[in-house]
């Protein structure tokens, strides 16, 4: 299993969107907070620009929709990589038996063809920092 994987399986279930959160527990008597957030399919929080444990004041987070709608893109489509890199690497062990490796016409030129592919899909599975 590769770290993506691992991480997806650990995480808050996807899809993730932009919603609100609810602070039911507010005791200043005004009401219950209401922050942004970035949320799971049932709404749980997984980002909260909300401080819910100081104040009740928003947090000064200035952050772009740009930067949101991309964090939540990149994060939604993981799955699908993560499907597209293992079907790459299983087609590639099919080419490597079909035309036993680098043997026959253009042996070089397939050959380096598939160590790159080969190398970009290793980048993709290598371990996430801590």
């Known amino acids: 299993m590769s770290d ?3 991480l997806l399986s650990e995480a808050t279930p996807l899809p993730w969107s932009v919603g609100e959160i609810r602070d ?3 005791s200043s008597g005004v009401g219950p ?6 949320v799971g399919p049932a709404g749980q929080a997984v ?4 401080n819910f444990h100081c104040c009740s004041f928003p947090i000064d987070v200035d952050v772009e929709k740009a930067d ?9 489509s993981l799955p699908d ?3 597209a890199v293992d079907a790459l690497d299983a087609y590639l062990d099919h080419l490597d038996s079909e035309y036993h490796g680098c043997m026959g016409w253009h042996a070089g030129q397939r050959c380096q063809f598939l160590q790159d592919v080969r190398a970009a899909l290793a980048r993709l599975r290598e371990p996430v920092p801590a």
């Open 47 to 50: 980002v909260s620009a909300y």
């Open 4 to 6: 993506v994987k691992r």
């Open 33 to 38: 907070d209401i922050g942004s957030a970035i």
């Open 81 to 83: 990589y993560e499907a």
């Open 68 to 76: 949101v709608d991309l964090l939540l893109h990149a994060v939604n």
């Open 24 to 26: 039911e527990s507010d």
